[in-house]
């Protein structure tokens, strides 16, 4: 009996696997590169222009998603209160992510913001009716802890910007449930198109407040800003397509690293102890939750792993959950 290709598979798909892996690796790393890019901006200009020039440096991209559309129907959202509720999240996130990156150390802003999953699973019960049980409930309270280490109240001071990354992070878990929730009903160029026109209209609004001139080199990073979100949006599709969600998805905890390494590089930032043992803790949660998310039928809907599976919308352009329909639907089946 030939066993050539019974030896050969098993390989080959190891193979595969760590590509992917090493692509959600690669996309995070270029996720962390934008956020320092965000983090530069920030220290001249609000966050409320920075999101307003990336948001209209993100049109052309938009326009060529709904040109390539052929379905044949409107921009009516089937489910608007859960649109509009995506939506506020969205802008509310995203401008929240902008200042929180801005004013804090990357590593203390990453840190809060890894406390998504957790919210994620909170938020899950009343809304999808999820079922979590103690070993969950015991990963969340375990990572909320992680949460008080990184920020030690009374003993640290505790700025807006501690604030705007929980709030981020909060609405990037409501975000998650709510997509969810919604399910296939909607249009990606919906669920693409009305965040992008809220930011859009109230950052404009605002920016009379604010503004500032930017000279062309500052509109160069900008414009960097938006390229790396599409390099790394395109990194995390093929990652996905590659290996299963249960193994890139944590690959996003990585940025803590970069975030490390960028703040001592460009920002004059040390990242004490503290900061690394709560995240520590918050990343072991949030990877504990996942696999028991992935165990059997320990969850139903798995809200967290998919919402790992895809970067947050933060006011600019489109992440994985708005990628091609099949390739999405390859993402989701992965998941499962």
């Known amino acids: 009996m030939d066993h050539t290709k019974d030896i050969s598979e098993p390989p080959a798909t190891r193979n595969t696997t760590l590509r992917g892996m090493v692509l959600g690796l690669a996309a995070f790393a270029v996720y962390a590169t934008h956020d320092a890019a965000i983090k530069q901006l920030g220290e001249k200009y609000s966050p409320v222009q920075i999101v307003f020039f990336v948001v209209l440096l993100s049109f052309p991209v938009v326009t060529l998603m709904l040109i390539s559309d052929k379905t044949a129907a409107n921009l009516r959202p089937r489910s608007p209160f859960l649109i509009l509720v995506r939506t506020i999240a969205v802008v509310v996130g995203g401008f929240s992510a902008f200042y929180a990156f801005s004013v804090l150390p990357l590593a203390e802003t990453y840190a809060i913001l890894f406390a998504a999953p957790i919210l994620i699973t909170i938020l899950s019960v009343p809304i999808l009716g999820e079922v979590v049980r103690a070993h969950r409930w015991i990963a969340v309270v375990v990572g909320m802890l992680g949460v ?189």
């Open 148 to 336: 008080l280490i990184v920020l030690r109240p009374g003993t640290a001071d505790l700025e807006l910007g501690h604030l705007a990354g929980f709030v981020s992070a909060f609405c990037t878990a409501l975000t998650a449930v709510v997509m969810r929730k919604i399910g296939g009903g909607e249009r990606r160029e919906v669920l693409l198109l009305y965040p992008l026109l809220a930011n859009f209209v109230v950052m404009l609004c605002l920016l009379p407040l604010v503004y500032v001139p930017m000279p062309l080199a500052d509109l160069g990073l900008v414009l960097a800003v938006s390229v790396l979100a599409v390099l790394a949006m395109t990194l995390m599709i093929r990652a996905y397509t590659l290996a299963d969600a249960a193994l890139v998805a944590p690959m996003q905890y990585s940025q803590i690293i970069w975030a490390a390494l960028f703040g001592w590089l460009f920002f004059n930032e040390t990242t004490d102890l503290m900061t690394f043992v709560g995240a520590g803790v918050i990343i072991t949660s949030g990877i504990y939750i996942v696999v028991r998310e992935t165990s059997g039928t320990a969850s139903l809907n798995k809200p967290v792993l998919r919402a790992l599976s895809r970067r947050p919308e933060m006011g600019g352009l489109p992440r994985i959950s708005l990628a091609n329909p099949e390739i999405q639907q390859t993402v989701e089946d992965a998941s499962d």
